[in-house]
């Protein structure tokens, strides 16, 4: 069955950095775009950065040129090096699987806070 396993969960000050993990397993994971998103108390889930399985990028405007995206398809893992964190970084962090005509396969969540 198909499993993301998010890791890296941290608590840093503003200005530091963070990379997460996203383990993956049970599926086709080169043949899928991946992405990440977060979830802050009291509000609704948002996207922060997507990668197709060729590799193209997208960023949320919050954390264009602070945090890159990044796939390692022979280990099946996915990766958000996040730099230059900010207090409103603070969120859940959540991988997901984007597989084409399927609903989104989705982590279990990873806490990152900055102060």
């Known amino acids: 069955h198909v499993q993301l396993v998010e890791s890296g969960e941290g608590s840093v000050q503003s200005g530091e950095s963070l990379k997460l993990s996203c383990a993956a397993s049970?599926?086709?994971?080169?043949?899928?775009?991946m992405g990440w998103y977060r979830q802050a108390p009291g509000k609704e889930r948002e996207a922060v950065s997507a990668?197709?399985?060729?590799?193209?990028?997208t960023y949320a405007d919050s954390v264009k040129g602070r945090f890159t995206i990044s796939r390692d398809n022979g280990g099946n893992t996915l990766y958000l090096q996040m730099n230059s964190l900010k207090p409103e970084d603070t969120a859940v962090y959540y991988c997901?699987?984007?597989?084409?005509?399927?609903?989104?396969?989705w982590g279990q969540g990873t806490q990152v806070t900055v102060s």
């Open positions: 049970g599926y086709r994971f080169s043949s899928c775009s």
């Open positions: 990668i197709t399985s060729g590799g193209t990028t």
């Open positions: 997901a699987a984007l597989c084409t005509s399927r609903p989104p396969y």
